[in-house]
């Protein structure tokens, strides 16, 4: 499984940006996603999750409510969009896919990884 995230780029503080991940086959339907981050000097931090089909969901206290995670099956894409965004988001933000069809927080339970799209938000 190969996975493309897209839509990381430069923005003010208070916008948006919506980021997508496609996964290179239909399966990926039977498998929980995540985002993550990590910025630089950091440790990459567990961002979002969403499971096989959508009626679960979690967030890290520092996005909720500013971040929704969501996918698209039929497209093979999961999705993040990003409101309200703060200087403290910039970080480089990767897509994964879950071993399983759930998520979890820790990054060991994935076994697929996108390539990450830089994210920057000035202040």
């Known amino acids: 499984v190969q996975l493309q995230a897209s839509g990381g780029g430069l923005v003010q503080a208070g916008g948006s940006l919506r980021l997508s991940c496609e996964a290179s086959?239909?399966?990926?339907?039977?498998?929980?996603m995540g985002w993550f981050r990590q910025a630089p000097g950091k440790e990459r931090e567990f961002v979002s999750g969403i499971n096989w089909r959508s009626d679960s969901t979690d967030y890290a206290d520092s996005v909720k409510g500013r971040f929704t995670i969501s996918r698209d099956n039929a497209r093979s894409t999961v999705y993040l969009q990003m409101n309200s965004l703060k200087p403290e988001d910039t970080a480089v933000y990767y897509c994964a896919a879950h071993r399983g069809a759930w998520f979890s927080q820790d990054p060991q339970g994935y076994r697929y990884w996108g390539q990450g799209t830089q994210v920057t938000v000035s202040s």
């Open positions: 086959r239909r399966t990926f339907s039977n498998n929980g």
